[in-house]
């Protein structure tokens, strides 16, 4: 069974504090790792895709990596704006469909 | 805007009821997803339909069911409705290029479901 955990559960930072959000993950065949953003109250907004440990994206403030068991979401100087929740989701191979598997998720709270 | 399009955004019921949740994909997606997501269980696959289907099954209880129709929209159909039903429920959809590489979902905004 496709698991992920993602840590810590909650994170305070004062705005321009840096950070890293951590996602283990236990999969049979990873085809993708996902990283959304969900604000309260809406659906999850797609980041990133990595597909092999080594990989890394970036977008604005925010850096994803991917190893064979693990994946990091660097916040480099975050803004009162990056305040949301972050999921991080496994998508398997093979015919299992191609849902997403998520974690329970890291809600960052940036103060100004 | 997403591109995918949930209705109604709020309902409010009784234990009990039977109600209907209604998803549009983004144009060209052909796979449709919808999850459950409560403060306590964070965001569950239930089901997964494509090109009116079904490709896959998750934690989805008996009293619920789904379908896909030709024009691809999607229903989700609660009913014996309990307490604990009580969440946001997430319609996705992705183009689904079968089993080669990563599909990207698209979430909408949700449909915010509270059984009195």
């Known amino acids: 069974e496709d698991q992920v955990t993602q840590s810590p559960e909650a994170l305070r930072l004062q705005e321009g504090e840096s950070s890293s959000l951590n996602c283990s993950y236990t999969?049979?065949?990873?085809?993708?790792l996902f990283w959304y953003r969900q604000d309260p109250g809406k659906g999850p907004e797609f980041l990133f895709t990595?597909?092999?440990a080594g990989e890394e994206k970036e977008k604005e403030r925010l850096k994803a990596t991917l190893t064979k068991k693990e994946s990091f979401l660097h916040i480099t100087a975050p803004k009162p704006e990056d305040s949301a929740t972050y999921l991080c989701?496994?998508?398997?191979?093979?015919?299992?469909?191609?849902?997403?598997?998520f974690g329970g998720g890291t809600r960052l709270m940036v103060k100004p | 805007d997403s591109g995918v399009t949930q209705t109604p955004k709020h309902l409010i019921t009784a234990t009990g009821q039977r109600v209907t949740l209604r998803c549009s994909p983004r144009s060209g997606d052909l796979s449709v997803y919808w999850y459950q997501q409560s403060l306590d269980q964070g965001l569950q696959f239930l089901i997964q339909y494509y090109n009116g289907e079904e490709r896959a099954k998750g934690n989805i209880l008996e009293r619920f069911s789904a379908q896909q129709f030709p024009d691809l929209h999607s229903e989700l159909n609660l009913s014996s409705l309990e307490l604990g039903d009580s969440a946001l429920y997430f319609c996705?959809?992705?183009?689904?290029?079968?089993?080669?590489?990563?599909?990207?979902?698209?979430f909408g905004a949700g449909s915010r479901l509270t059984v009195l």
């Open positions: 999969v049979s065949g990873l085809r993708g």
């Open positions: 990595l597909y092999s």
């Open positions: 996705a959809s992705s183009v689904d290029w079968g089993n080669s590489g990563a599909n990207v979902l698209t």
């Open positions: 989701a496994v998508q398997a191979g093979g015919n299992a469909g191609n849902m997403l598997t």
